[in-house]
């Protein structure tokens, strides 16, 4: 049987078998362009997912096939490509209050003893939210320290700072706009904290000034230098780690250590470890998570 195209000529399964054709030696030049671009390391047997990922990109800039797709990658004279191809790469899952004990602890713990005691002597608490994706972390800890404040009505000495950085520009930017369909606001969202810290209009929920008016949405990208960012009293790196490998890991690790002022906390993602690192942190348990404070 001949598989015609809409103008009745080639084989279309041949063309677009030879278009998406992956040879090893490219496959490995994507990867390494992957981890210098964004520190992600592919696996071997990722080739499906590649191709998959990149079909849609390769027709937007009509790239031939894969090599091209990779020569122009390597040659770097396509910013926007970069970026998009990065943007297909990295995995943006997130929702609210993700596995809630940071969060929790933030609020009956942390923010109880930084607002406390000669501590309440210093400056706004600073805290870094790194790989924030499209917002719903930087958002959940900002309704954290809203609740603190509600909770502790008058004894609130310090004002609080969130960063939050990606290396995407796409989520960056819906972290931004702060608004979200149905289907995100019912992962990990009561109907109370809905109701209180959002605006609904039609099919959509935007968040409240007074949640976003303390957050600093800036593109970061971890493989780069923190120092601009000045220092911080607590980090979420969160589910993001796992994506690197033992090496990059290590230097991220050090590099989070130094944005951290002493005894700063840092929040993993519950399946994430020190990695290399266990020298720069200690362990501290808060049940049923595990945060790590610098040595
Ligand atoms: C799985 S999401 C995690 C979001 C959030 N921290 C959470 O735990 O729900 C991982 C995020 O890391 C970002 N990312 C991947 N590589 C990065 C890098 N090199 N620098 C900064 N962000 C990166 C991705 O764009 C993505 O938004």
């Not at 979420?236 to 780690?241: H, P, Q, S, T």
């Not at 362990?283 to 049923?288: A, F, I, L, Q, T």
């Amino acid at each position: 049987m001949i598989n015609k195209d809409s103008n009745g000529n080639n084989d279309v399964f041949a063309k677009l078998a030879t278009r998406d054709n992956v040879d090893q030696n490219e496959f490995d030049q994507f990867r390494q362009f992957l981890q210098d671009a964004c520190g992600i390391s592919l696996g071997d047997n990722k080739q499906y997912l590649v191709t998959n990922r990149m079909r849609r990109l390769m027709d937007e800039h009509k790239i031939a096939n894969f090599g091209e797709l990779v020569q122009n990658l390597r040659h770097g004279l396509h910013r926007k490509l970069k970026e998009q191809v990065i943007d297909a790469m990295t995995t943006n899952e997130t929702f609210w209050f993700r596995d809630i004990y940071p969060y929790d602890h933030l609020k009956n713990n942390l923010f109880p003893q930084l607002m406390s005691g000669t501590n309440k002597m210093f400056g706004p608490i600073r805290i870094w939210s790194a790989a924030c994706s499209s917002g719903q972390e930087p958002y959940s800890i900002s309704m954290m320290v809203e609740e603190f404040k509600l909770k502790n009505m008058g004894t609130l000495p310090r004002q609080v700072q969130i960063v939050a950085t990606d290396l995407s520009v796409t989520v960056l930017e819906q972290a931004r706009q702060g608004e979200y369909d149905k289907l995100s606001v019912m992962r990990g969202l009561s109907n109370e904290r809905l109701d209180k810290f959002f605006d609904k209009s039609d099919n959509s929920w935007r968040v409240k000034p007074v949640l976003r008016d303390r957050i600093d949405f800036r593109p970061i990208n971890l493989m780069d230098s923190y120092a601009a960012l000045g220092k911080f009293d607590i980090v979420f790196c969160r589910n993001v780690l796992i994506y690197f490998n033992a090496d990059l890991k290590r230097q991220i690790l050090q590099k989070i250590h130094a944005a951290l002022k002493p005894q700063g906390i840092l929040y993993l993602g519950s399946s994430e470890g020190l990695a290399g690192a266990g020298d720069l942190f200690e362990m501290v348990r808060c049940e049923p998570g595990i945060l790590y404070r610098a040595i």
